[in-house]
Structures are given as structure tokens and as C-alpha cells.
């Protein structure tokens, strides 16, 4: 059986595109550097952004519920053009992927194993993903509700017993944030965490009959946004109750909170359990991009199958996200002034562009 | 390094005879430039020559627009 024949449903999808949220939460800091205790704020700002966003994308789903966002290039740009803006966006796909692997490398060496070399994380955690992808993207939509069951009750336990802990005088003083630091970050949250959606035109030809229902992608996109950004919003809350003006300064600011937690000196330490959640969090981002950039190559290439290649650029993608960042700071200085643009690219002005020509098309045709 | 070549080595040996048994000639020759530029990509990595990040040239390209 072809891997391309997978069907999954769009109750899967949602949670897939929910968890691919959360995997961003690990670059929660970078919005918080900018935007202080009013990191709320920002992020209601990025959910209403993300909501703009969404409109694109779904009128681009509605018009053609069965190709995937290369057939649509080549379509709309013709061959040649088509190829180009594909190539683009596999780049851009394959070097988010590395980008990623990158940071839970930078996150498991400095926090958790300090004297185990970069490469063998970045190994270890590659060799599960080439794995998922290889048997295909129903497994890691399927997978994906496993996990977020599971995040939904850490955050949960991580909020009862970090009650008594938090000091909630620490969002004050309220609204203290100037104009352009407000919008700044809250494009920065609607970039890295909701923007990345785009990645997800090439898998909604994967849906399957039941699900490709008129209204069905309107649902798909507005609850996995809401609910993403509410995780968002809680996690975020938790963070500055607990360590307030600290936030900003740690580059990993929730995992530094929950280690503040103590019950009655029985229940300590246990931000382990978080890390493992960021860790398969940050898993399901990187096996989105990393099928994107397999079946993205293949479908340009027009090559009858795609397992073959997964090993090859699983290697590729190892040596480039050892080189992307120099360190850990590279990877916030970039996230706060690189990436809101260079994002916005790939996120914005290339659907908006599809849309644009595809309605001229038709205004002449009928003509 | 001996470590590198054997693992490549062995992902030669599984993935080729499947590919010849059963794909066209177009993907032999795809998977060799894929796995040809992946052994480059390593053993340069391992002996230590530094790579410019594609990320400083998208910085320097973002730069001139803002």
C-alpha cells in the first residue's frame, strides 16, 4: 500500500495541529523578553492575528480540497514558477524541521544532560521521528491524541499543586506595555506558534470523505487555534505566578517555574515529567516538517515512492541543525528580529498571492 | 570516522537492492545525490570545517528591508 493512501480524520487533525502548537511553547521566552507580565496580553494579540491567518488558509483549503500545497503551486504559478515557489517552501519546511531539532538539543544539553555531545540527542531524537515517518502520517496523527491527554493533565496537576506557590501580584502593573513592544510580540506569537500552520496545506488532501465536509476546515482551524491558545495562555499565567520578573531572563522560563513548586516537601522537582512533555511536543513539530520535506521532495521529483528517502535527509537534517546556531542565544536573537519577517514570507505573502492570482483566473475565464 | 563510513555502508547495502528490485532507474539515482551529499555533509561536519548557516544569509537578506 502507497504511504500517500493514508486517510486520517479531522478529529485527528485537530489534535495533531493542537500539539504542533504547543511545540512552539518551548520558545515561549522570546515573545516574554519583549512583552514582560503582559505576556497574556501578547498572546490574545497572536491568537486574533493567527485568526487573520486562518482565513487565508481555509479559503485556499476550500478551493482545492484535494491537492496539497505543491500541486497548488504548480497549479497557480504554472510549471516552471510553481517549481520554484515548492522549492522555497521545502526549504523553508526542512530547515524549520533542523531549526527545531536544534532547540530541544539546546534545551536537553544545558538543562538536563550537560555532558552528553549534541549529536547524540540530536540522533537519538531523529531515529524515533525517521521512524514515524516512515510508517506514515496516520501514525503521528493518531499519536498525537496520546500525548495531548497527556500534557492536558500535567498542566492541570502543574496548576493544583503550584496553587499555593503563586504570587498573582506579579502581573501588575497591568497594560504597562508600549504600543509597538505589543505588537511586536504579539507577531512574534502569531509567526512562530500559529503561523507555522501553512505547513499544514500540504496534509489537508489527506482528510478523509467524511471529514471533507463543506464548513469542516473552518472547524478544524478555529478549535485548534482557540484551544492551542488557551494551553498557551495557561501555561504562560503559571510561568509568571510563579517566577514573575525572573521570566524574561531565563531562556527556558516555564521549566525554571515548575522547578520552584514544593508540596509540603513530599512532591519537589518533578520538571522532569515537563521535559518529557516538551520533548514530544517539540517531536510532533519535527516529524510535521520533516514529512513535509519527504513528501514535499517527492511530489516535485514525481517519484513513486518516499521511504527511501527519509534516511538520507534524516542525515541532512542532523548536520544542518548542528550548524544553524552558533548557541542558545542565537536562537532567541533570531526568533525576535529574523524570523517574524522571513516567517511572514512563506506564512502570508505567498497564500495571499495564491488567492489573488486564482481569482483573477477566474475573472478572465469568464470573460 | 570509521563509524560514519560503516553506518553509511549499511544503509547502502539494505536500501539499493530494494530500489533496484523494484523502482524505475529515476530513483536510484535520486537516493544516490541524496545519500552522496549526506556522507559529504557529515564527514565535513566531522572533521570540523565550518559551514556558513543558511540562517546568516536570510538574516543579511532580512536586514536590507528593515
Redesign the interface.
Known sequence: MDIEDQKISGVQLTQLMICFICGSNILLTVSMTVAKQDIWLAILGGVVESLVFAIIYIFITKKYPNKTLIEINDLVFGSFLGKLVSTLYIIFFF?QGS?YLRIITNFFKSQIMPETPMFVLALALLIVCAYAVNKGFEVISRLSMLFLIFLMLEVAFVFVTGYSDMKFKNFLPIFDITMTDFIKSANIIGTTHFGEFVVFLMFFALLNNTSKGKNSNIKIYIISILSGGAILIVISVITIALIGNLAPIDNYPYFQAIRIINVRDILTRFEIITSINILAMVFFKICVYFYATVSGIRKI?K???QS??V???G??MI??S?????NPFEVTQ?AT??FP??GLVFEVLFPVLILVITQMKKLFVNR | MIMLIIIFILIAIVQYPKLINTESRREVIIFTVFLVFAFVFSILQKIGVEIPSPYSGIEKIVKLFT
Open positions: 530547515l531549526a521529483l517519484l513513486s515512492s527511501f528517502l534516511l538520507p535527509i542525515i541532512i548536520n544542518t548542528l550548524m544553524l546556531f552558533k533570531f528580529e529574523i519577517l522571513y
